[in-house]
């Protein structure tokens, strides 16, 4: 599509950087924006081709800004770092983001609707739960441990230590080694896991009503070591999968291809580069771990992944859940670009 002009918009919380240029290149407007006068400055603007780092809030402006019929295009931080030219401010910020966006082989971030972010969040704080109750059951073992009492871990060792904790002295003296003073301290503990508990609980029941409304959410569902946590997520984060052009692209943007360091014709390859996003990344290996664990124990179709069965035989156990987590992600772009249900080939080492 023609556009007016390519802009480099660097933004932040309060003050925005605009880079206005034309296609060759030369310079036609530099000038820093406040929050408020954002939006008004693109509206009188013919249309254009507007740039931003895929950062916070990034997603929120291409959408602002694409209702007022400008091209909005997202890139990610990493590949506009390389543009830039001398020291970092927000003006050299924003200069090298319309530099980049005018690379013919630059690969773009699609921008994320509503419900897509939503579902993000429920995954987010769920996460971010999930951390603190790991914190305060921690605390909670520590504290009783200083005491003389422990139990086995798990779910069942922790519920044993919130019980002797909300256990009453009926004759009000020191039990098990737990006084009055330190069962009051602690109650604080036990009650904030109570509360923790019960807010994932909702979560989990609010990304499983998300996950049955959403028909790409069902369908990668169907792939063996994939989830409700794993498809929604992968759902709102990746979409329909239109922004990579092969499953090795999908894979090596989650970080689990190995990292290369080759030169002179001989290819070195060291461990896989961790890059994109490190919660995608985590479901799928725990995704492939689980089942691998379940084909060990009988219960699950050790069939569906026989090389992986056969590489445990000469290769680290992790590495092979990384290997086996590459290849779900495989799995994952031929589900989404296909629109169809995950189906096995006969026969086939997949």
């Given at each position: 599509m023609e556009h007016n002009s390519i802009i480099g918009l660097d933004i932040a919380k309060s003050v925005f950087q605009v880079h206005r240029q034309d296609a060759s290149g030369g310079v036609i407007e530099r000038r820093r924006l406040r929050r408020s006068a954002l939006l008004a400055y693109f509206a009188g603007l013919p249309r254009s081709c507007v740039g931003l780092e895929a950062c916070a809030s990034a997603h929120h402006w291409a959408r602002s800004?694409?209702?007022?019929?400008?091209?909005?295009?997202?890139?990610?931080?990493?590949?506009?770092?390389?543009?830039?030219?001398?020291?970092?401010?927000?003006?050299?910020?924003?200069?090298?983001?319309?530099?980049?966006?005018?690379?013919?082989?630059?690969?773009?971030?699609?921008?994320?609707?509503?419900?897509?972010?939503?579902?993000?969040?429920?995954?987010?704080?769920?996460?971010?739960?999930?951390?603190?109750?790991?914190?305060?059951?921690?605390?909670?073992?520590?504290?009783?441990?200083?005491?003389?009492?422990?139990?086995?871990?798990?779910?069942?060792?922790?519920?044993?230590?919130?019980?002797l904790v909300e256990a009453?002295?009926?004759?009000?003296?020191?039990?098990?080694?737990?006084?009055?003073?330190?069962?009051?301290?602690?109650?604080?503990?036990v009650t904030q896991l109570r509360v923790l508990q019960g807010e994932i609980a909702v979560l989990d029941r609010r990304i499983l009503a998300w996950h049955r409304e959403n028909e790409v959410s069902q369908r990668l569902a169907s792939i063996p070591g994939i989830g409700v946590l794993s498809a929604t997520a992968l759902a709102a984060t990746i979409g329909d999968g239109s922004a990579f052009q092969s499953s090795r692209q999908l894979a090596a943007w989650l970080g689990l291809v190995p990292r290369?360091?080759?030169?002179?014709?001989?290819?070195?390859?060291?461990?896989?580069?961790k890059q994109g996003d490190p919660y995608l990344r985590r479901l799928l290996v725990i995704?492939?771990?689980?089942?691998?664990?379940?084909?060990?124990?009988?219960?699950?179709?050790?069939?569906?992944?026989?090389?992986?069965?056969?590489?445990?035989?000469?290769?680290?156990?992790?590495?092979?859940?990384?290997?086996?987590?590459?290849?779900?992600?495989?799995?994952?772009?031929?589900?989404?670009?296909?629109?169809?249900?995950?189906?096995?080939?006969?026969?086939?080492?997949?």
């Open positions: 800004i694409s209702a007022l019929g400008h091209e909005v295009r997202l890139i990610a931080p990493s590949y506009v770092k390389p543009y830039v030219q001398r020291q970092k401010n927000d003006a050299a910020d924003a200069a090298a983001i319309a530099e980049a966006l005018t690379r013919p082989h630059m690969r773009f971030v699609p921008i994320k609707t509503v419900a897509q972010q939503g579902a993000l969040m429920l995954h987010r704080v769920r996460d971010l739960l999930i951390k603190q109750r790991t914190m305060t059951l921690n605390a909670l073992r520590a504290h009783l441990a200083e005491l003389g009492l422990v139990s086995a871990k798990g779910r069942d060792g922790a519920a044993a230590l919130v019980r009453d002295a009926e004759d009000g003296r020191q039990r098990q080694g737990l006084d009055a003073l330190a069962r009051s301290a602690l109650l604080g503990l290369q360091n080759s030169s002179g014709g001989k290819e070195r390859l060291g461990k896989i580069t995704g492939a771990t689980s089942t691998l664990i379940r084909a060990k124990r009988g219960s699950g179709k050790p069939s569906l992944y026989p090389w992986a069965a056969a590489l445990l035989q000469r290769k680290p156990y992790r590495l092979v859940t990384v290997a086996l987590a590459n290849k779900m992600a495989r799995i994952v772009w031929a589900v989404l670009s296909s629109g169809q249900l995950y189906r096995p080939v006969a026969g086939a080492r997949i």
